[in-house]
């Protein structure tokens, strides 16, 4: 039973700490002009790729369509049956609230459903994708530029591999290719 006692919190003062000794000579002053930097400091605005993310294998289907009789009904509803890509995202709101959902890429359209209810939330045909941003730093946020309808940002840590299904999936059922933008800063349209 003591994992179920409580943590006890101990405060610990610090001690004096005695000023270290100054050497002799132009080194001692060579060492306090190199204080270590922030580390959010050394990184801003470097695109940094995560080990992890190198050779990673891609799956495609990380949830289990197959094995859900709720996403496989709300996708034979819509006459989708092949599943590219299917794992749960954070979507941001326009008044900044994140809400789960789960992206699921067929070869006509992306759904957004929500985990909760099992309900379809939102259909965009991709068709209708004109294009995708996403940023340079490892941070995982997307957004998917839809010019007919309101803009979708989401965050994931599949960004790379559900850009490349999306526009995979675009260029074989039609004849152009969704422009990907990267940058630490883009527009997109949020309608209620």
């Not at 197959?66 to 326009?94: E, M, R, W, Y």
């Not at 259909?123 to 995982?140: E, G, T």
């Not at 007919?148 to 260029?171: F, G, N, P, Q, W």
């Amino acid at each position: 039973m003591d994992r179920f006692r409580p943590l006890r919190r101990i405060q610990v003062e610090p001690e004096a700490a005695e000023p270290p000794a100054p050497a002799a000579g132009a080194g001692a002053d060579a060492e306090k002009d190199e204080s270590p930097a922030p580390a959010a400091g050394l990184l801003m605005g470097a695109k940094v790729r995560r080990r992890a993310a190198l050779y990673r294998d891609c799956k495609g289907d990380y949830i289990g369509i197959p094995n859900d009789p709720c996403l496989t009904k709300i996708l034979s509803k819509q006459g989708d049956n092949k599943v590219l890509f299917a794992d749960k995202v954070l979507k941001f709101t326009q008044s900044g609230k994140m809400k789960r959902r789960i992206l699921v890429i067929t070869d006509f359209a992306l759904y957004l459903v929500d985990p909760d209810a099992d309900i379809l939330k939102r259909r965009i045909a991709l068709a209708a994708v004109d294009k995708l941003c996403i940023s340079n730093l490892s941070d995982n946020f997307f957004s998917i530029i839809v010019p007919t309808e309101y803009d979708c940002l989401m965050a994931s840590t599949r960004k790379k591999e559900i850009v490349d299904v999306i526009v995979k999936a675009i260029k074989s059922t039609s004849e152009y290719e969704p422009e990907v933008a990267s940058s630490n800063r883009y527009l997109f349209l949020v309608y209620p």
